[in-house]
């Protein structure tokens, strides 16, 4: 069964306005969480690391936020450009081996 | 530029060939991975590697055979594939297993069986 679970396949939003994307994990208790963007066609570029004694990170129009009672995280581009458009893919540690994993990630299209 | 280059970008191959991927990062990292992208499905981890050691095989086929001479190339022998082994295959690297940091990704191989 799938462990790390991106719940939006694809999200379109308007330019300006806030994305917010969900990743949702079982079964394990990561000691960090990873975002990463891929453009098509290429390989994925780090973002944001969150680790679990910290509730929220941010990096300029970037924010992530990490719920380990919930079990999730949320990632949240604000003031969102055309050129966010792409996919985003969380990836956390899901078997304590310190392996990263990835959920499917969500395809993000910001609308002009 | 990630410091992380795979070799070819792209790839197409028959079943009966035998080709390598290549892959070779210039960050000073010692653990690199393997990781196997399909349509539709979550990037796979395929094999670890940590301080030249295969620390990971992600219960991988034995027609993909991986290769890591140094701490600094990574390699993927492939033999007799089959139609769904063709995907964007994607190295990257670590400074080593488990050291809570982010991974550099190269820009992948895309690979297709005919």
């Known amino acids: 069964s799938q462990k790390i679970e991106q719940n939006s396949e694809a999200l379109n939003i308007q330019e300006g306005k806030t994305a917010t994307l969900t990743c949702n994990y079982t079964?394990?208790?990561?000691?960090?969480l990873q975002w990463y963007r891929q453009d098509p066609g290429r390989g994925p570029v780090f973002l944001l690391l969150?680790?679990?004694?910290?509730k929220e990170k941010r990096k300029e129009r970037l924010k992530v936020t990490f719920d380990t009672t919930l079990k999730q995280s949320l990632f949240h581009i604000t003031a969102s450009q055309p050129a966010d458009s792409a996919t985003y893919l969380c990836?956390?540690?899901?078997?304590?081996?310190?392996?990263?994993?990835f959920g499917t990630g969500t395809r993000l299209t910001v609308i002009p | 530029e990630t410091g992380v280059t795979q070799t070819p970008r792209h790839l197409v191959m028959g079943m009966t060939n035998k080709k390598s991927l290549k892959c070779e990062q210039h960050?000073?990292?010692?653990?690199m991975y393997w990781y196997k992208q399909s349509a539709k499905k979550p990037l796979e981890l395929m094999f670890v590697?940590?301080?030249?050691?295969?620390?990971e095989n992600n219960s991988v086929p034995s027609r993909f055979s991986p290769e890591c001479p140094n701490s600094s190339h990574l390699f993927l022998h492939l033999h007799t594939l089959q139609p769904e082994d063709s995907a964007l295959y994607l190295c990257?690297?670590?400074?080593?297993?488990?050291?809570?940091?982010?991974?550099?990704f190269g820009q992948g191989t895309r690979l297709t069986v005919v």
């Open positions: 990257a690297s670590s400074p080593r297993q488990g050291s809570n940091t982010e991974a550099f």
């Open positions: 969150i680790r679990e004694n910290e």
């Open positions: 590697y940590n301080f030249k050691e295969q620390t």
């Open positions: 960050l000073g990292h010692n653990a």
């Open positions: 079964n394990y208790s990561p000691a960090y």
């Open positions: 990836a956390l540690d899901i078997t304590g081996a310190n392996n990263l994993f």
